[in-house]
């Protein structure tokens, strides 16, 4: 169904004899041409545009899907998967050999394409590579969506399922179980994307989506399912048992503290002072990630390398969005000590800072008639962000409680939101991997640097160390 687009040439040569003459009714209900999926069986329909639950009176789907079976329990089948396995394992050996003397077999698994789904993999991949998140979700135990007659059984996912019936938490965490394995090179996250569907409208259908926007989706929802029953026990009291992730955690959005709120959750103070009056107002909004505004300064150099003016860094993006600014007539604020909207000033503060500091650079901004993105190449350090000075109180911090390491990094590629590419780099043990969904490679920190950032992942520093600051 998605390489080339191989079975829809198929559903459209099947539909070419039917223009030339008028369709009959009993011709509308034949031509339904359908595909199915080898490895999750799931059989998927064109005009439908819908996965296919029913069957034909002969049951010819069922048959298809148990000569499937069939073939894959084969010791033909077996053999050659157990071949092309060790095929696979030799080059990705040979790949490493070149990279640091080691035949370590590469274990990283790569996301399948499902059809434009790379924003969706690039973030998947990303926040796999966050330890302490990651884990969180692979230790649960499993959710048994199933009971009676279909326990047990493979289930084929239709939209007109309920809501009942799909768990992202749980599929988000079959998708981690089966990243960093190393018993395949390529992973479909075909359940993951139907349950998106589901709970996710937004995200329906195959067209290109922003990867930024489905990180938020993906954490806001994981973050309510969380604090809903498991097991008949709230999952808010699993996270309180959990010393590791409890401690100091006060950051709740929409209710109960969870995993994404403990790890990603941090809070801002808005001060907003009224020009004409003098009077301060102070707001405290939690976030789950910072969106930077590239300084338009630098919003015309396009390369790592360009001499014309300075070099754009992380740092400028942080200091425009906590300097003092004046709101324009636009977002005028309504002074309470005055009764009517004053100009006035705002300012940003970070009064707690998160485990995990998820930057996003706004790299689309509208025009009048279309959304451009701007391609300048940010400088971000692999090592040592220091937040210090964007805090509240920093007076009250240790000396290495707000440096940060760099985990993981997704990059744009091409020119609109609608359309290019999303991949990601991560670390993982040590070493740097470049995620371009099915195909994980080998990196080092040098390609890594020189990646125009869209998304950055920054884990907060535990063990003393260096203090390379930025």
Known sequence: RYVNGHAKKHYEDAQIPMTNHKKTEKQEKIQHTVCMDCSSYSTYCYRCDDFVVNDTK???????????????????????????????NSSLNSKLLKVNGSTTAL??????????????????????????????????PAVELRNGKTAGRRTYHT???????????????????????GSQTAFSPESLFYVVWKIMPNFRGYQQQ???EFMRYLLDHLHLELQGGFNGVSRSVILQENSSLSAS????????????????????????NCLICGTESRKFDPFLDLSLDIPSQFRNKRTKNQENGPMCTLRDCLRSFTDLEELDETELYMCHKCKKKQKSTKKFWIQ???????????????????????????EFPLRGLDMKCYLL???NSGPESCLYDLAAVVVHHGS????????AYAAHEGRWFHFNDSTVTLTDEETVVKAKAYILFYVERQAKSGSDKL
């Open 159 to 181: 939209r007109s399922q309920g809501d009942n019936n799909v768990s992202l938490v749980e599929e988000f965490r079959k998708t981690l179980c089966a990243l960093w394995q």
């Open 58 to 88: 002969l049951g010819l789907v069922q048959k298809v899907r148990e000569h499937l079976q069939n073939l894959e329990n084969s010791a033909f089948t077996s053999d050659r998967h157990r071949k092309r396995k060790l095929l696979e």
């Open 416 to 423: 609109g939101v609608g359309s290019g590419h999303y991949t």
């Open 352 to 378: 707690k800072l998160p485990k995990v500091l998820c930057l996003h650079l706004k790299r689309f901004h509208w025009t009048a008639y279309l959304r451009n993105k701007v391609d300048t190449y940010v």
């Open 249 to 272: 955690n006060k950051c709740c959005i929409n209710g109960a503290s969870t995993v994404v709120t403990a790890i990603f959750g941090g809070i801002l103070q808005n001060e907003v």
């Open 210 to 212: 922003d990867a930024h």
């Open 107 to 140: 274990c990283a698994t790569g996301l399948r394409n499902l059809g434009n789904t790379c924003f969706m993999n690039a973030i998947l991949q990303s926040l796999s590579n966050i330890q302490q998140f990651c884990c969180y979700f692979k230790e649960l």
């Open 393 to 395: 109180e920093p007076e």
